[in-house]
């Protein structure tokens, strides 16, 4: 078997038809897939700016790797980056957005703002700056995951000894019965639903950050008094 060098399977991607770059773009499993591979190949970063920034974004957001919850916030912030949010008080975002859209529930059709496609006229300058939030924040969730996992597998529970035990007028620590160790094993990586979960929650931190980026260049066309309540308060507080 024949093995490329490097220079070779670059321009071997690079020979490569714009109807083949687009199909292969398309086909991408997730944004940070994207990003990489416009990194990698100047012809498919042409394609992209090219007129198809809309299309082949749309079409690894749809692919399956993205759960719902995330598709709808990253669609908020191209709305929010691109100055076309079409919230016009805080009142309403955390009503429509962060109540209904972005609940640990599907949302009921029509009671909130949940967009899952991309508006037509998106930039890619704007999309781009979204492959590159993708790719920070599936760090800094991979970084999390690994810490808190590591957290985990240091505990050693135990169980108590007498299975007629009570606590009844007493305070946990106050306690101490016969235990015995409970024994654990190694459950590997973290799952699908482990990694969205963390995904989301970076995500929902992100779309607050742009709202008060956008307050801050005079990009979100609000009340004074909603973006001194958006400035003041925590992620936390709005979700």
């Known amino acids: 078997m024949t093995t490329l060098t490097k220079g070779e399977a670059h321009n071997g991607l690079e020979c490569l038809a714009?109807?083949?770059?687009l199909m292969i773009a398309t086909q991408l499993p997730d944004l940070?897939?994207?990003?990489?591979?416009?990194?990698?190949?100047?012809?498919?970063?042409?394609?992209?700016?090219?007129?198809?920034?809309?299309?082949?974004t749309e079409a690894v957001l749809s692919a399956g790797f993205t759960h719902h919850h995330i598709r709808v916030i990253i669609c908020v912030i191209v709305l929010i980056r691109s100055s076309n949010l079409p919230i016009h008080n805080l009142d309403d975002f955390r009503k429509q957005v962060t109540l209904e859209a972005m609940e640990n529930r599907t949302p009921t059709p029509g009671s909130g703002f949940s967009p899952i496609h991309l508006s037509p006229t998106t930039t890619p300058a704007v999309l781009r700056s979204i492959l590159a939030s993708a790719r920070r924040i599936?760090?800094?969730?991979?970084?999390?995951?690994?810490?808190?996992?590591?957290?985990?597998?240091?505990?050693?529970?135990?169980?108590v000894i007498d299975r007629k035990f009570q606590l009844v007028g007493y305070q946990p620590w106050e306690v101490h019965p016969e235990r015995r160790e409970c024994p654990t094993q190694e459950v590997g990586p973290p799952s699908w639903t482990e990694e969205q979960r963390v995904f989301r929650a970076f995500w929902r931190i992100q779309v607050i950050c742009d709202l008060k980026t956008a307050?801050?260049?005079?990009?979100?066309?609000?009340?004074?008094g909603d973006i001194e309540r958006l400035n003041s308060e925590e992620p936390i507080e709005l979700f």
């Open 215 to 224: 307050a801050s260049h005079s990009l979100l066309r609000w009340p004074t």
């Open 32 to 56: 940070v897939s994207l990003d990489s591979l416009l990194r990698a190949s100047p012809n498919t970063f042409r394609l992209f700016n090219n007129g198809n920034a809309v299309k082949i």
């Open 18 to 21: 714009p109807e083949v770059l």
């Open 138 to 159: 599936t760090c800094l969730t991979l970084d999390c995951l690994e810490y808190y996992l590591a957290q985990f597998r240091s505990l050693k529970p135990q169980h």
